[in-house]
């Protein structure tokens, strides 16, 4: 009866071999191709992104990002960017969540988008591809424990720009193998106007008036605002 589970047990265990073996094979008829994988006659996707020099991002947070880049971008050899050059705008915003009796908050959320445009390099650069990537991430608000708080806020803002150069790259890579450019959401609807009560009137005692955010929220509602990556 052991021989005879164990003689069971060695053919489901080849069985399933086979089948990994046979999976890439089954997905190829499906249509599926690895983005990076090699085709023949096709683009080298690794090559074409060693191509690109990411062009120098402001601020603290902005170096975060710009390594995350670049460290990608490299793969596993060295940057030899000669082709494009990648331009980057980032935004970082963060809104105080969980908000308790005593007007404190438990948590803090951070919000951060990337706004790109890939351009060849040349005395009149073209404009390739652009679109726009977007993150979030939190962490936990420890009050009278400022190393703690700064170390919370270093790591989340890390965790944010890896994410983000994750996103920047999937795109490019996507554009480079499809030549079909990102989705990205319209930033022109008209936005709604609300009062903020939080903000001392002008001289001329006109009503301080605050638009509406990208998530349709107002700043003052989640308690948004930019945080200084400075520090």
Not at 23 to 38: D, H, M, R, T
Not at 118 to 124: D, N, R, S, V, Y
Not at 211 to 225: C, V
């Amino acid at each position: 009866m052991t021989r005879t589970r164990s003689l069971f047990s060695l053919c489901k265990a080849a069985l399933a071999a086979t089948a990994l073996m046979g999976a890439p094979l089954l997905l190829s008829g499906c249509g599926f191709k690895p983005l990076y994988g090699e085709e023949k006659g096709g683009v080298d996707i690794t090559n074409e992104l060693k191509d690109i020099y990411v062009a120098n991002i402001p601020e603290r947070f902005g170096q975060q990002l710009r390594l995350a880049l670049q460290t990608r971008m490299a793969s596993d050899g060295p940057e030899d960017p000669h082709k494009y050059k990648l331009v980057v705008a980032p935004t970082l915003s963060a809104e105080a969540i969980d908000i308790h009796g005593d007007n404190t908050t438990g948590r803090t959320r951070m919000l951060a988008t990337a706004r790109w445009q890939l351009l060849t390099i040349e005395p009149t650069p073209q404009v390739v591809t652009q679109g726009e990537a977007q993150t979030l991430d939190g962490y936990t608000t420890t009050y009278e424990q400022y190393f703690a708080q700064t170390l919370n806020m270093e790591s989340t803002m890390d965790r944010v720009a890896q994410a983000l150069g994750e996103q920047v790259t999937q795109q490019l890579a996507t554009w480079f193998k499809t030549q079909t450019a990102p989705a990205s959401t319209p930033d022109d609807r008209p936005r709604a106007i609300y009062p903020s009560p939080n903000l001392i009137p002008d001289s001329d005692q006109n009503e301080p008036m605050e638009k509406e955010g990208a998530d349709a929220i107002p700043d003052m509602a989640t308690g948004r605002a930019p945080i200084d990556t400075n520090f």
